[in-house]
């Protein structure tokens, strides 16, 4: 056990340090501090050393300059061993237990202005060195390097009596070096023009904080956790625990639903990442009708999610079924009352639709990174390849089947009438393979195909899924193009009626 005899404190944010202050005033602490910090202690009627009084310089260069000397540096990082201590003593330097720093708000700036002036002042030199030569010698300082760290610093005065012992000090050095490797790649981010890759830097570097303990991973066996600011995205208003594979099916959901914000009301429901589900129409309750009807089994523990307010009335049918989350941007009281009678279901509140560049996964021993797929295909972008043009009816359609087959796993088919999706065939080796799987669903389960569009998330190297869909009464189809024989495909759609409209744009999801 080490006992806290002095302290230096250089922070930012001063909330909470109250508390400490006037811990360490009890426990007999000499304090030394700067600038700010200094008035600061000041005012609670705390006596404090100024470290310009220990280093004999001023604080220069419009304060960038200020703990930046042996005086402060040496006092941490001597070894509380023999050879290093006569050294402070040969050079009068008072050894340093405590080091608490609050870093410049870096990342905080760059997200509230575009002013490179401001925003490169806010880059911290003499605070991320003092976390770093404090966690360096954790084995005889404790370094704080955060606001967030405050009340365990507090926590530890109170219940250890200003002492700590080799783990306390290990714990809080480990807290250090991530909040200085996350400044540092928020730094680095910004110098890069927000990417996650530098080719002028041969590694991938990301941060991402916060972090939430899951049930388990996909599976009990394993352990799972999330990172990231979930509370600006969602809301959980009730249910239990949110598990990983929970996790995936939202950020599916969500991103489905990202597609239609700003449409009529909007229900989709999901299954294992796949919507099975998906209609538009006047009204929720209307809505959610018509997405049941597309695959009623596989809702069964589905994932549900409305680009719109839920109200009691469609709350009321959608508690009839069985499903583990439910996500909107609102719900009317009643409706809220009702669905949260079940304790289990996951009733989630919707703030914003991601924004995010980048996409991630790994794979053998790295990282693969890619840009995310925002490309929303528009009417006007369209171009026809037969000599049939979709009419209005197809033509929405078909843009709608689009933005569903993007969600779907490849090989992917998507078949849409009147804003409904009426079958699904997803993540088959063969193209005719999911047509086939589309169409059997929509007959299994009454619903007609006849007038219906499809779409395909890939292009058709042969004729013959426009083939199948034309025997099954579909009009009308949508696909990237890009095969070298499209033309065997649009001859087919032109000598049978049949419109297909071109995007040059491919939605695979592995």
Known sequence: MKKIQSALISVYHKEGLDQIISQLHKLGVTIYSTGGTQTYIESLGVPV??????TGYPSILDGRVKTLHPKVFGGILARREESHLNQLKEYD???????????????????????????????????????????????????VSSQQQYAMLAQLLAEKD???????RRDFATAAFAVSSHYDTMIHRYFAGGSVWDSTVPAFKESIP???????????????????????????????????????????????????????????????????????????????????????????????????????????KIDELFYEVLIAPDFTPEAK????????????????????????KSILNGVIVQETDRKRESEAELTWGTKRMGDSRETDDLLFAVRCVKHLKSNAISLVKDRQLVGMGCGQTS????????ILKARHYGLSLKGAVMASDAFFPFPDCVEIADEAGITAVIQPGGSIKDQESIDYCDQHGMAMAITGIRHFRH
């Open 162 to 168: 200003g002492y700590s012992d080799i783990q306390d």
């Open 337 to 360: 009352a009702l669905l949260l009678k079940k304790k289990k279901r996951i009733i989630l509140q919707l703030k914003a639709y991601p924004s995010t560049k980048y996409q991630y």
């Open 93 to 143: 330097i008072p050894a340093v237990d405590l080091v608490i720093v609050d870093l410049y708000p870096f990342e905080e700036t760059v997200r509230t202005t575009t002013d490179e002036k401001k925003i490169i002042e806010k880059i911290d030199i003499g605070g991320i060195a003092l976390i770093r030569a404090g966690a360096k010698n954790f084995q005889d300082v404790i370094i």
């Open 49 to 54: 050393n100024t470290v310009e009084d220990l």
């Open 210 to 316: 916060a972090a939430m303990e899951m049930r388990y991973g996909e599976n009990p066996h394993q352990s799972g956790r999330f990172f990231g600011p979930l509370d600006e995205i969602l809301i959980q208003l009730g249910g239990k625990e949110i598990s990983f594979n929970n996790m995936v099916d939202i950020d599916a959901a969500v991103g489905l639903m990202a597609e239609f914000k700003d449409a009529a009301p909007t229900v989709a429901v999901l299954k294992h990442t796949n919507p099975c589900g998906c209609a538009q129409a006047g009204s929720v309750e209307e809505a959610w009708d018509k997405a049941l009807a597309g695959d009623p089994v596989s809702a069964f523990g589905g994932i549900i999610i409305c680009n719109q307010k839920i109200d009691v009335a469609t709350a009321a």
């Open 431 to 438: 193209r005719v393979d999911a047509l086939n799987q589309a």
